[in-house]
């Protein structure tokens, strides 16, 4: 399947892997709503190819994995801006995690405000020892959007969430693994290696088990209450139990 063509993104598929790759290096791969389209078009081809068992977002250049928001496009009287539009655009950052396979951000670099929003999207994030990360919005008279202060919370708890968007600083990579900010960090020359590692543990699993599990983890996190999680995931688990992949999965396991 040939993927765009885009503006602002890069995508390759290799090996049951998409990498998609923010290509704004000049900007420090600031997401206007160009790119963000981008992203969002990517994912859905993402859902429509059979080959893909992961996706990897990453930033281009050696500097950054986003620098967050292009704030040229937020400059201006209210009037200047269409609400409809931006509430479009800012939904896209949801696109990773909506997505059926799982997703990784490699952050290597600068990953703040609108980049930390996105990479939180992604199921796990792996981040080289130099990235710092950030939600500077209230700097520039702003607060986070996109759902990102409930994706801030679940990760990080209130009270670390509180403390990155009211003095908007900065972290560094080892602050941010120890919060729960991301998952793991690497030195940078081996952060390539280890999302190629982790990627390719998933595609020993059973994808189809893979993409419910994440489905009903994802189910879990927005259900107001654990009944309706447990509902959610008992419909799954039976979904899955009936599928030649656990039969299959079950008896070679066995003949071991």
Request: aromatic share 6%; hydrophobic share 40%; glycine share 8%.
């Amino acid at each position: 399947m040939e993927y765009g063509p885009f503006r602002h993104l890069r995508v390759a598929v290799e090996d049951g892997v998409a990498t998609l790759t923010m290509d704004r290096p000049e900007r420090h791969n600031a997401l206007n709503a160009a790119t963000l389209r981008d992203l969002d078009r990517a994912f859905a081809e993402v859902e429509t190819d059979d080959s893909v068992e992961a996706a990897v977002v990453e930033g281009a250049g050696e500097e950054a994995f986003s620098a967050g928001a292009d704030l040229e496009e937020y400059a201006g009287e209210t009037t200047d801006h269409d609400r409809a539009a931006k509430e479009r655009q800012h939904e896209r950052f949801r696109a990773p995690h909506d997505c059926s396979v799982p997703t990784v951000a490699k952050v290597d670099g600068y990953c703040v405000g609108g980049g930390l929003v996105l990479a939180l999207y992604c199921d796990l994030r792996i981040a080289s020892g130099r990235s710092t990360f950030g939600l500077p919005t209230a700097a520039v008279g702003m607060l986070p959007t996109g759902g990102a202060t409930r994706r801030l919370v679940d990760a990080v708890g209130e009270t670390t969430a509180k403390e990155l968007v009211f003095t908007a600083e900065r972290i560094d990579a080892a602050r941010a693994r120890e919060v729960g900010l991301v998952t793991e960090t690497v030195p940078a020359a081996d952060l390539d290696d280890r999302v190629d590692d982790l990627v390719a543990s998933m595609a020993e699993v059973g994808s189809e088990a893979l993409g419910r599990a994440k489905r009903s983890i994802n189910a879990a996190v927005a259900a107001p209450d654990p009944g309706i999680a447990r509902e959610r995931e008992a419909s799954l688990w039976w979904a899955q139990f009936e599928r030649p992949e656990r039969r299959d999965r079950v008896e070679s396991f066995l003949e071991e």
